[in-house]
């Protein structure tokens, strides 16, 4: 009786997984045609920076670069100590289409990156806004284009691909399947109408969708959210709007280690506990289910038949095979699939460690 009622729950997780990689296809899809285009609008490009010399000296002329025709940069140096400064103001005397907000260090506001990018948003010229960060670069001249295309008088908010450099560590894939598997909920809750994260360093909005929900004043405090928070509280299933087209996408540095990786996913998924109720209970429902799947396969191999259990698992993982290899294929990372059964083992053990440790003890740097 209790082996028929285990290996039950092991089907019905089986068919959870199937049914969450078969959603996650759905961004994939060409989107609907969305009347009401707003034309080639005048854009801001807010850019982050904190202590960021040579990643400054990197990429800003790749977004200077940029062949929109009508386009600002505002860069935001957050009190850095370094030659920040000095770097933005030497591209500022040559480029007369760059603005430097410099922010100062305040008791209420110390080391606070949503306050500095508020201070950018108002200084902005343009409605239409733009954000990345001085570690990011665009990877094509047609980055602003593609993403302010998506732009319609409906659609105020917009999501972009955010990948990372390739390198050759296990650690690196570990972070770039992450990566992906990250923009197949992001791009698929969107396109299914139910947003609730977003790549902050490949992200745009209109500067009166950001004021409507006062900015970030509902999670000022968190350290991190400028994406997923915002999106949170100001995307819904009528203003969304996402891009998947190569030009528009972001590449980023690596995390240089694995400690600091782990560290900042082990932060990151703390935010979930601010996210809506049904967004929590999906992806702990995923993870659960995932989880569950690969314990109760091994236990049920010694007691049921081999066939039974191979033939559920060989369903499950043709279609992960299927939607992660058309989703890499699409997101410029088919590396990726080569080494999928240990990445996703790999990634399964670090969620469910971050899951007990969080339960332990707040990640450090946690507010």
Known sequence: ?????????????TGIQIIYYLSFSSFLFKQKKRN??????????????????????ENLPLV?????PIFEIVLIDNASSDDTSEIMKAFQEKNENIKIVAVKNTEAFWNNKKYALTLGIKAATYDHLLFTDANSKPIS???IGEMSAMFTVKRTIV???????????????????????????????AKTATPFMAFGNNLAYTKSEFFKVNGF???????????????????????????????????????????????YVRITNSLRVHYKFKHRFL???????????????????????????GFCLLAYVLVQYLVIGFSAKKLKESQLI?????????????QISIFSANLISKPNHWK
């Open 338 to 350: 080569f080494f999928l059964p240990f990445l996703e083992i790999g990634l399964l053990l670090i």
């Open 159 to 189: 999501l972009g691909y955010e990948k990372f450099k390739s390198e050759k560590t296990f650690t690196n894939l570990l972070i770039r399947f992450y990566s992906l598997l990250k923009a197949l909920k992001c791009f698929s809750f």
């Open 36 to 57: 009401q285009k707003t034309g080639s609008i005048p854009v801001s490009v807010i850019l982050y920076a904190k202590n960021s010399t040579a990643e400054l000296q």
């Open 217 to 263: 004043i509902n999670h000022i405090k968190i350290i991190y959210g400028e994406d997923d928070l915002f999106i949170r509280d100001a995307a819904s299933k009528k203003n969304i709007a996402f891009s998947i087209s190569e030009d528009s996408f972001i590449e980023t540095e690596p995390h240089k280690s694995f400690k600091e990786w782990f560290q």
């Open 141 to 143: 001249k047609n980055w």
């Open 283 to 309: 992806l702990s429902l995923f993870i659960f289910s995932k989880t569950f799947l690969y314990v109760l396969a091994i236990v049920l191999f010694f007691f049921y038949p081999a066939e039974i259990i």
């Open 64 to 68: 200077i670069a940029q062949t929109y």
């Open 1 to 13: 009786m209790i082996l028929t009622v285990v290996f039950y729950f092991f089907v019905a997780c």
